[in-house]
């Protein structure tokens, strides 16, 4: 199946700063869900994105589809602590979603 | 979340016995899943199942089985544990059409399995 792969692994952010993290394929890819886990926790589903160009906002996180649909990106705008955790990225490969290894982000206060 | 429920939370059991984990969910999604997460390796598919009695492998299937004799529980058994399946195992479900999620998974909470 198609493998995604995310960067940074690691994210080290100062909190009130920006960051991006993102997803890529080599392949296109038919859709993209977003998940969030926290440290000890399960991982939490953010949100879908299926069009070509698509963006979506929830409060100060904004999802983005490429034009091409090989890779989507996830910016968090001024970072919090309740930003911690890691953020994952899933293909849908014939009706089962593929993760990739995810982008672990730690904020400093 | 509330309508997915994993037991045991933690085990720590022997090599080469035999462990069950169970997956109870009490919103009648037809789509449940087993995954794994190792550090570095994200999750990982063991087996899911697109109804009662309906299995199928995923991309880590070696050394696990499934059954599924309810649309509430899903149990993943490692037939003879190995140390090598020392992780955190996930189930998840999903309410799918045509195979697509159109609303994400839903995870369970997790059991943390080691085997020494």
């Known amino acids: 199946g198609q493998q995604v792969m995310q960067i940074p692994q690691y994210q080290h952010v100062q909190e009130g700063e920006d960051f991006t993290t993102y997803c890529n394929s080599s392949t296109t890819l038919s859709n993209i869900q977003w998940y969030k886990q926290r440290p000890g926790g399960h991982p939490v589903f953010l949100i879908q994105?299926?069009?070509?160009?698509e963006v979506k906002k929830q409060k100060r996180l904004t999802f983005q589809f490429g034009e091409a649909k090989k890779n989507s990106s996830l910016h968090i705008t001024a970072t919090q602590t309740t930003d911690v955790g890691t953020y994952f990225c899933?293909?849908?490969?014939?009706?089962?979603?593929?993760f990739g290894a995810g982008t672990q982000v730690v904020v400093t206060p | 979340d509330a309508g997915i429920t994993q037991s045991p939370r933690h085990k720590v059991t022997e090599t080469g016995t035999p462990v069950t984990l169970r997956c109870h969910q009490t919103e009648n999604h037809r789509y449940m899943y087993w995954y794994r997460q190792d550090p570095g390796h994200g999750l990982r598919l063991i087996h899911y199942s697109y109804g009662v009695k309906d299995t199928d492998k995923g991309e880590v299937s070696d050394g696990y089985s499934v059954s599924r004799s309810k649309t509430e529980d899903f149990l993943l058994t490692l037939e003879s544990a190995t140390s090598s399946q020392t992780s955190v195992y996930f189930c998840?479900?999903?309410?799918?059409?045509?195979?697509?999620?159109?609303?994400?998974?839903?995870f369970g909470s997790g059991t943390r399995l080691t085997v020494v």
């Open positions: 998840a479900i999903s309410e799918n059409s045509d195979g697509v999620a159109f609303y994400g998974y839903t």
């Open positions: 994105l299926v069009k070509s160009g």
């Open positions: 899933a293909n849908d490969s014939w009706g089962k979603f593929q």
